[in-house]
């Protein structure tokens, strides 16, 4: 069991930076691949980026590639978001999700575990 809290959101400029964090809680952290989700207003959840249990496996959405980077840290229990270059379109509230065993997948369906959430708005 692992349970997800994150944080670093807020209101930003377009072109801004900001970085996420997921805490966990449990001693199994570093068997859970990681991923980060998000979802704006009337929008279905979508895929940001993922990394697997190892850390030798990294995905991210195409609308994400080259600004958005995922890492983890298992001696910490986190995993962290670094957004760089932000637009209007990654508005969102945005979710930490694990899953046990995984390979950074892309479908919400893989994980088992969900954060509350936070909130990134970015503004013109």
């Known amino acids: 069991q692992v349970q997800l809290v994150e944080s670093g959101g807020g209101l930003v400029q377009a072109g801004d930076s900001l970085r996420l964090f997921c805490a966990a809680s449990?001693?199994?952290?570093?068997?859970?691949?990681m991923g980060w989700f998000r979802q704006a207003p009337g929008k279905e959840r979508e895929f940001v980026a993922a990394?697997?249990?190892?850390?030798?496996?990294?995905n991210s959405a195409d609308s994400v590639k080259g600004r958005f980077t995922i890492s983890r840290d298992n001696a910490k229990n986190a995993v962290y978001l670094q957004m760089n270059d932000l637009k209007l379109e990654d508005t969102a509230l945005y979710y930490c999700a694990a899953d046990l065993w995984g390979r950074a997948a892309m479908g919400i369906y893989e994980y088992e575990h969900w954060g509350q959430g936070t909130q990134v708005t970015v503004s013109s």
């Open positions: 990394i697997s249990w190892s850390g030798d496996i990294r």
């Open positions: 449990g001693r199994t952290f570093s068997n859970y691949a």
